[in-house]
Structure formats: structure tokens, C-alpha cells
């Protein structure tokens, strides 16, 4: 019997510690919790103004993208044209200096 109350009572005693030593950590916890509270906040802020300064950036590329892809087009467009009026004016020179060598 004796054995039993002297092992409950140690047993109680590692308990109380335990409970002791995490409270003391659940303490310091907290405190670093609140130091960190206000890094976290101007993280968060800085998270969200990279955030949209990267979806500004992002839809400025597409456009620009956008523009090029046009501007490729109309060279494309303008240079199809020209090569089709360089292929008419030599057409036209040879069929003049026909007419030049028949008259």
C-alpha cells in the first residue's frame, strides 16, 4: 500500500512538473507570437502590394504581346503588298519597254 500511495505520488509529482514546463513554453509561445504579430501584418501587406505590382506587370506583357503579334501582322500584310506592287510595276516596265521596242 505503501508502494502504491509513494508511486501516485511520484506519479502526480511528474505530472505537476510536466504541466508546469508546458505552461512555461505555452508562455514564451505567446510572447513570440505577439512579437511576431506585427511582422506577419507587414509581410501580408508587402505579399499583397508584390501581388498587384505582378498582376499589373503581367497584364502589361500580354498587352504588349498583344500589339507585337498586330504589328507583326500589319509587316506582314504591308510587305505581302509591296512585294505584290514590286511584282505589277516590273510587269508594267516590261510590257512599256515591249511596247518601246515594237514602236
Do not use: C, H, Y
Not at 35 to 52: K, W
Not at 83 to 93: E, F, K, P, Y
Amino acid at each position: 500500500r505503501e508502494l502504491v500511495r509513494k508511486s501516485s505520488s511520484k506519479a502526480t509529482q511528474l505530472l505537476l512538473e510536466e504541466l508546469n514546463f508546458m505552461k512555461r513554453e505555452r508562455d514564451e509561445l505567446k510572447k513570440s507570437a505577439r512579437r511576431l504579430g506585427p511582422q506577419i501584418s507587414r509581410a501580408e501587406v508587402v505579399t499583397r502590394g508584390l501581388r498587384t505590382a505582378l498582376t499589373k506587370e503581367t497584364e502589361a506583357v500580354e498587352r504588349d504581346s498583344k500589339a507585337e503579334k498586330a504589328e507583326q501582322s500589319e509587316l506582314r500584310r504591308a510587305a505581302a503588298e509591296l512585294q505584290r506592287l514590286r511584282n505589277s510595276g516590273q510587269a508594267d516596265s516590261r510590257a512599256i519597254g515591249r511596247e518601246i521596242v515594237e514602236a
